[in-house]
Structure formats: structure tokens, C-alpha cells
């Protein structure tokens, strides 16, 4: 099969059937093999007798219903899970992303040799209290992930090789940084095609203003996990290293102070009236408890199922 379309989607049921249609037409004009996965997280309204009603139509619909809403990125796993196409194409219900970008993302993946092509909506049709918060998130999300040519992290278009989306695992909100996701297991051919965007046409949208909170405490988590995620101990151990030597050090002068005072006749105050004494012993706790998390996190990382997850490109 040549293509996989995932769309996850939540309470859309007036824009289905017009999609489906959409998908169709442009599979069928440039001769694709095709199946779209319609995944309903868990929608209110009829969305999935929408679905079922699609499916008994075409035998290239198929549909997951989830027993409710998890949220856009277990529904994208799943579609991946589920997906047997060379290419995946991944777009969204809303009718925001055009099919009719499929043929040439598809080509850029086979041809060009790209593992994951995201759509960038360099005109877009949102309000401002969005657009405007979203070139701050890309920004961000370029500078920690080191994909430096992305401009629209979050496009709901992508395309993928078939194996990224294979081993690759999207959960919690992750969805945002999948291209940071593709790099870190070691996809790194990532490239974007300006695509078209409309208004939404139907429905309203399913994310407030707090994607951006929880979008930036996500891209902390990722920069963390991929950089420190196999060995913790290399950023907590060095770090309470550090402290409990310095305040070690701090501390012996402290009393050295005190002893050379004494011992020179010149006054003196006791070590424990001296505030320096309370600032060095806080250093050490602080020291050794950042130890302490490092072999934790060591001894957490040594049972973690990704301890020993290498990806194999190529054998001989
Ligand atoms: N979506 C989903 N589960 C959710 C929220 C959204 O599957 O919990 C789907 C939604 O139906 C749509 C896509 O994710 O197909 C993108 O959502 P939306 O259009 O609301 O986001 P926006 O375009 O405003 O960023
Ligand atoms: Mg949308």
C-alpha cells in the first residue's frame, strides 16, 4: 500500500464526510493504493456513525473509537500503530489542512529521501492570540531541538516514512515536538513543505491558550530526556559534585578561620554563629541529595525498556 492517512479527531462530525471525498478524489486522480484511519477520541457527537456510515461505503476507511477523549497524541499512536502504508500522512479533521498536498508530500518522501515532512502554513487563517504565541513556540521549539530549518512544529500536515512512525512513540501532548521525536530516534532527513491553510470551517477548535504552558514544559521534559534520559547521573552527579565539594571547602574554612583566630589570641566567634557556616552546610545537603538523584534516576534509567533501544539502519 502506498499511503496511510491518520486523521484523529475529535467531535467533527460535519466535516467528515466532505474530507473523505477530498482524500478520495486526489487518491484516485494520481492512482495511489491508499487507507485512511479515521480515529475518534472519544467524540460527543455522532462523529463515529459518521465514520461507520464512511467505512460501509469505502472499503479504505477504516475507524478506532476510543472509550473517551485521551487527546490528539495517543490517537495519533494508534494511527501509527495501526497504519501499513510506505508513506503516512498525518492531517486534521477540520478541513484546515488540504488533501491535495498529499501527491507531492508523498513524492518528497520517496523520491527526495526525506523520513518526515512537515507542512508549514506560512499564511495562516487563525486569530492573532494565536499566531503570535505559535512563532514563540517555534522559535523555542528550534533552538532546544536543533531542527533549525522548521517553521511550524505543530502543522497537523506531516508526512513520514513508514519506519519513523513505527518506532517512535507520541503520548501525553506530545505531539507538538514529533519532529524532534523522529531526530532524537535518529531520523534526521526532516524537511517542510509550505502548505495551504483555511479557516476552520466547521466546529470550533480543542486547544486554549494553555497549549503554550504545557507545550513548553513538554519541550523541557524532551530536551532532558533526550539529553540526559540514558544517563542521568551525568547531570546530577556533577552538579551535586560540585556543591558538596564547594561547600566542603567552604566549610573547612570556616572552622580554619575560627582555629587560626584562636590560636593567634585575636576574638572570635563560634562556627555555629557564623552565618557562613549555615550557607556552606546547606550547599553539602544540597549536594548530596542531587547525588542521591542521580543514582536514582541510574538506577530507574538501568530497568527503563529504552536502556538498550538502538535503531539499525542498515546490516551486512
Ligand atoms: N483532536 C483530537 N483530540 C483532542 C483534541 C483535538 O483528536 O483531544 C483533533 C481535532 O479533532 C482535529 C485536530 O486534533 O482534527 C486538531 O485540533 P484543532 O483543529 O482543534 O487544533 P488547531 O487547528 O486549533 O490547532
Ligand atoms: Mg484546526
Not at 466535516?15 to 467524540?43: C, Q
Not at 531526530?183 to 486554549?208: M, W
Request: charged share 20%.
Amino acid at each position: 500500500m502506498n499511503i496511510s492517512v491518520i486523521v484523529p479527531l475529535y467531535n467533527e462530525e460535519e466535516s467528515l464526510p466532505e474530507l473523505t471525498a477530498w482524500i478520495e478524489r486526489v487518491m484516485k486522480a494520481h492512482g495511489f493504493s491508499y487507507e485512511i484511519i479515521f480515529v475518534n477520541d472519544g467524540s460527543t457527537d455522532r462523529s463515529w456513525q459518521v465514520i461507520e456510515e464512511l467505512s460501509r461505503q469505502s472499503a479504505a476507511v477504516k475507524g478506532i473509537k476510543f472509550r473517551r477523549n485521551y487527546g490528539k497524541s495517543p490517537a495519533l499512536f494508534c494511527g501509527f500503530e495501526r497504519a501499513q502504508g510506505d508513506v503516512v500522512i498525518t492531517m486534521d479533521a477540520d478541513l484546515q489542512d488540504s488533501p491535495d498536498e498529499i501527491p507531492e508530500l508523498y513524492r518528497m518522501i520517496t523520491e527526495d529521501g526525506y523520513d518526515l515532512v512537515s507542512g508549514w502554513k506560512r499564511k495562516r487563517y487563525d486569530p492573532l492570540s494565536k499566531t503570535i504565541p505559535t512563532k514563540l513556540f517555534n522559535a523555542t521549539a528550534r533552538a532546544v531541538s536543533g531542527i533549525h530549518n522548521l517553521h511550524d512544529f505543530n502543522c497537523g500536515l506531516k508526512a513520514y516514512r513508514r519506519e519513523v512512525v513505527k518506532n517512535i512513540e507520541v503520548y501525553g501532548e506530545m505531539h507538538r515536538y514529533i519532529p524532534y521525536l523522529a531526530k532524537n530516534a535518529g531520523f534526521t532527513r526532516i524537511g517542510e513543505k509550505v502548505v495551504h491553510h483555511q479557516a476552520r470551517k466547521y466546529g470550533k477548535t480543542k486547544f486554549g491558550l494553555n497549549r503554550f504552558v504545557n507545550g513548553y514544559l513538554d519541550l523541557l521534559t524532551l530536551w532532558f530526556l533526550s539529553t540526559f534520559g540514558v544517563k542521568p547521573m551525568h547531570i546530577f552527579g556533577f552538579l551535586g559534585s560540585i556543591m558538596f565539594v564547594l561547600g566542603f571547602v567552604a566549610v573547612v574554612a570556616v572552622g580554619g578561620m575560627k582555629l587560626y583566630d584562636m590560636y593567634h589570641g585575636n576574638p572570635y566567634v563560634l562556627v555555629t554563629d557564623n552565618p557562613y557556616f549555615y550557607l556552606a552546610l546547606t550547599t553539602m545537603i544540597l549536594g548530596t541529595q542531587l547525588f542521591l538523584a542521580g543514582f536514582i534516576g541510574e538506577l530507574i534509567a538501568r530497568n527503563a525498556p529504552e536502556r538498550n533501544k538502538y535503531l539499525i539502519e542498515k546490516e551486512l
